[in-house]
T-cell receptor
């Protein structure tokens, strides 16, 4: 079945550092790929998405490129701020469009 | 446009009780999905409703049920609560079954004592 694998957290960075959160997926065909962000005590917010290979999703300084050849959708941002501290979820949808989520990666940014 | 809203935001129940959670989707969205989020299991899909009919279902026991009304609002019910039902319950809406993007509400945090 479909699956999404994210790097284990927490990821701890100093403000102004560059962020990469790795995400790889297993799915047949051509899924759509997403990054969601969850701030403490809140639900998930859609951060960015890409629906076909080589597409780049971007929002609020975050970027991710849909790499079909490496089945990856790594999230990047530089530089990070304290306000970026949150849990980031990679997800894919295919077929019935019910998303398959990764386990989430916690990001902690220190001043 | 208002986002997905969920009520109540917090809830405390005791084992054996039942609970009903409510979700109002984004205006114009006709599909509503429910998820359970726990530290141990992550995000797990419960079910999805579209046009008042359950269209997809996850792997949860029959104690978990839902329904959708003609205005697309949805409710989720959990009967005979267990301690393990303590979780954040998230509702998500999308325009229709062929829409790839879901939009999530803030969640209802349920604590079962």
């Amino acid at each position: 079945g479909d699956s999404v694998t994210q790097m284990e957290g927490p990821v701890t960075l100093s403000e102004e550092a560059f962020l990469t959160i790795n995400c790889t997926y297993t799915a047949t065909g051509y899924p759509s790929l997403f990054w969601y962000v969850q701030y403490p005590g809140e639900g998930l917010q859609l951060l960015l998405k890409a629906t076909k290979a080589d597409d780049k999703g971007s929002n609020k300084g975050f970027e991710a490129t849909y790499r079909k050849e490496t089945t990856s959708f790594h999230l990047e941002k530089g530089p990070v701020q304290v306000s970026d501290s949150a849990v980031y979820f990679c997800a894919l949808t295919r077929g019935s469009y019910i998303p398959t989520f990764g386990r989430g990666t916690s990001l902690i940014v220190h001043p | 446009k208002a986002g997905v809203t969920q009520t109540p935001r917090y809830l405390i129940k005791t084992r054996g009780q039942q609970v009903t959670l409510s979700c109002s989707p984004i205006s114009g969205h006709r599909s509503v999905s429910w998820y359970q989020q726990t530290p141990g299991q992550g995000l797990q899909f419960l079910f999805e409703y579209f046009s008042e009919t359950q269209r997809n279902k996850g792997n949860f026991p029959g104690r978990f049920s839902g329904r959708q009304f003609s205005n697309s609002r949805s409710e989720m019910n959990v009967s005979t609560l267990e301690l393990g039902d303590s979780a954040l319950y998230l509702c998500a809406s999308r325009v229709g079954l062929d829409s790839v993007t879901q939009y999530f509400g803030p969640g209802t945090r349920l604590l079962v004592l």
